[in-house]
C-alpha cells in the first residue's frame, strides 16, 4: 500500500528538542547511544545505519516520528513504552498523514537498504517522517550507494583474517570476501580482525598518496560501517579491543579525509567527529590528537579560521604527553593556518617558527604511523598556503616551489597539490607566464591523481589567468584546462 503524500494545511513550526529522548540517553555520548541502537538493532534482525549525527537530529527535534525500522529497534530497546513516551510525535500527525494499521507496516524481516538521511526507510515510506532535509546531500558518512557492496565489504571484515586481507586484491579496496561466511552471524572478534582493520587503513592511506581521494571516498564507507560493527560484536582481550578503537578512530579520519580532500566537507567533519568520540571513549590521546588536527586543516579550509586555531591548540594540548616533536611542529602548522585565516601575521609567524623549530628536532620512535607524510616538503607547503591566504605570493610561491622540489615522487597527490599552490601564487603575483608552466604540470598529472581539492586550485588559477591570454604560454593552459571534463 503506497503512503499517502498528503501535507498538513499548515507550515511546520521550528523543530522542539526531544528532551525525554536526551533523558534516555543519559550519560553516553551521541556516538556510544548510536552503537548501543545498531546492536539492538541487530538483536532483532532489523538493519539501521544510526550514527551520532542521527542521535542529534532526534534530540534537536529534526525527526519528529521514527521510521518503522527505528522505531521497531527504539520500542524493544525501551520496552514498555510508547513513541510518545520517547519523545516523538504519533505518526498520524506527521505531514497529515492517517496512522496506519499493523498490516500497512512493513514486516520485520525485510531487509531494507540503508539511505543518506541517516534512517533505513520502509519500503513504502519515502522521506515523509522528517520535517527537514538532511543537511550533508547524498553523502552520508556512513552509506555508499551500492549496498550489495557494502554487505562485501562487512562480511569481509568479520570474517577474513589479517593475512588475508593484506594478500587480497584492490577490488574493492583489498577485502576479501567469503562467500562460504555470508550468512554467518556476528562472532566475537580477535586479533586477526584488529589485523584486518590496520591494514586497511594503511591500503587506503597508500591508494590516497598516489591517486587522490575522489575515486576512494564511496568505496572507504563501507568498510568504516564494518569497523564500527567490529566494536560492537564482543572483544575478549582488551588489547584487542585497544587495537579495534585505535584502528576504527584511524579509519574513520581516513575516510574523513577522503570526503575532506574530494569537498565533502560535512561528510568530514563528522567522520572527524565520530573519530574524536571514539578517542575520548578509549582514552586514547594519540588517536584524539590525530582528530583535532584533521579536524583544525578541514576548518580553515571552510573557512572557520578561529575554529582551526582553537582545535590545533587542543590537538597540542593533548599532544604533548605523546613526545614526539614531529607531531607538536605539524600542529604548530595547523594553529599557523588558522591564524593566517584571521589575517594575524604576528600569530602566524609565531606558529610557524615554533614549527620549523621543533621540526629541526628530528624524527623519534613516538611520531605516528599517519605522520609518514609529513616531511620537509610538507613543512614547504603549509607554510606556503600561509603565506598565501597573507597575501604574500612572492613569499608563497618560493616555499611552494620548494615543497614541489623536495617531495618524495610516491606521493603524486602532493606534488600536484604544492604545485598547483605554486601556479597560484605565480599568477597572483603578477607572472603569468610562469603561472601557466606550473598549470601545465598540474594538468599532466591529473591523469593519475583524483583531487578535487587540486582541480578546485586549478580552476581558480585558470580565472586569474584569464585576463593575460596573451601571455606566453597562457593561452595553451586555459585551453587545455577547459578542455577537463567537469567534476559533478
Known sequence: MASSMVTSSQPPGPPRPNLAFRRLRGQRSPAEFAAAVRRAAREIGEQVSCDA????????GEIRCPNYAYERV???????????????????????????TPEDAPPSCTTIPAYATGETRGADEPYDTEDTPDPYGAHSPYETHDNEESDVLRRAFMTSSGATVAAASLSPLGLAFDAAAAGRPVRRVGASDANALEEAVRRIRLLDDRHGADGLYQRAAAPL???????????????TADRLHSGAGELAISVGWLAHDS????????????????????????????????SAFLARDAGRPREAVRAAQAAQRVGRSLGSARLMSLLALREAGGWAGLADRTGCEQALARAQALYERGTSDADPEWMSFYGEAELEGLEAQCWS???????????????????????????????????DDLARGGRPDEAAAAGMKVLDLLKEVQSSRVQTMLAGTARVLRPHRRASGVSTFLERHGSLPRTA
Open 389 to 423: 591566504t597573507l597575501g604574500d605570493w612572492p613569499r608563497a610561491a618560493r616555499h611552494a616551489r620548494r615543497a614541489a622540489q623536495l617531495q618524495d615522487p610516491h606521493f603524486s597527490r602532493n606534488i600536484a597539490l604544492y604545485t598547483a599552490e605554486l601556479a
Open 53 to 60: 549525527r542521527y542521535v542529534g537530529r532526534v534530540e534537536a
Open 263 to 294: 569537498g565533502r566537507f560535512d561528510d568530514a567533519r563528522s567522520h572527524y567527529a565520530e573519530a574524536l568520540a571514539t578517542a575520548r571513549v578509549s582514552g586514547d590521546d594519540a588517536l584524539e590528537a590525530h582528530a583535532f588536527c584533521n
Open 225 to 239: 560501517r564494518a569497523a564500527y560493527a567490529l566494536l560492537d560484536a564482543g572483544v575478549t582481550r582488551q588489547r
Open 74 to 100: 527504539f520500542l524493544h530497546m525501551f520496552p514498555g513504552r510508547t513513541l510518545t513516551d520517547l519523545g516523538f510525535a504519533t505518526r498520524s500527525s506527521v505531514r497529515g498523514r492517517r496512522s496506519r
